[in-house]
Nanobody
Framework: VQLQASGGGLVQAGGSLRLSCAAS????????MGWFRQAPGKEREFVAAMGWSNDNTRYADSVKGRFTISRDNAKNTVYLQMNSLKPEDTAVYYC?????????????????WGQGTQVTVSS
């Protein structure tokens, strides 16, 4: 599975962005998908994840109520809708896929990773 993340950019605080993660190589409909982020000088941290079932989602406390993960199996793509963005959301965002289908907040449990997309939120 190859993952290509896109949609990052520069946005003012309070604004919105939608990240996309397009998969190729095989269908990800049975995969769990996750989003992680890494800010300069910090470790990679969990943001959101979705199990193979679309109603099975999990969020970091820092983004709960502001971010929404979703998937379109017909397009083999996963999205991260980010609203009410804050400067502390600034990071490189990575999408990841886990073949077991069970979502997790642990990066090591994901088998495939995209290249990352930069999100910068100005104050």
């Amino acid at each position: 599975v190859q993952l290509q993340a896109s949609g990052g950019g520069l946005v003012q605080a309070g604004g919105s962005l939608r990240l996309s993660c397009a998969a190729s190589g095989r269908s990800i409909s049975s995969y769990a998908m996750g989003w992680f982020r890494q800010a300069p000088g910090k470790e990679r941290e969990f943001v959101a994840a979705m199990g193979w079932s679309n109603d099975n989602t999990r969020y970091a406390d820092s983004v709960k109520g502001r971010f929404t993960i979703s998937r379109d199996n017909a397009k083999n793509t996963v999205y991260l809708q980010m609203n009410s963005l804050k400067p502390e959301d600034t990071a490189v965002y990575y999408c990841a896929a886990r073949s077991s289908g069970l979502h997790s907040d642990v990066a090591l449990r994901y088998n495939y990773w995209g290249q990352g997309t930069q999100v910068t939120v100005s104050s």
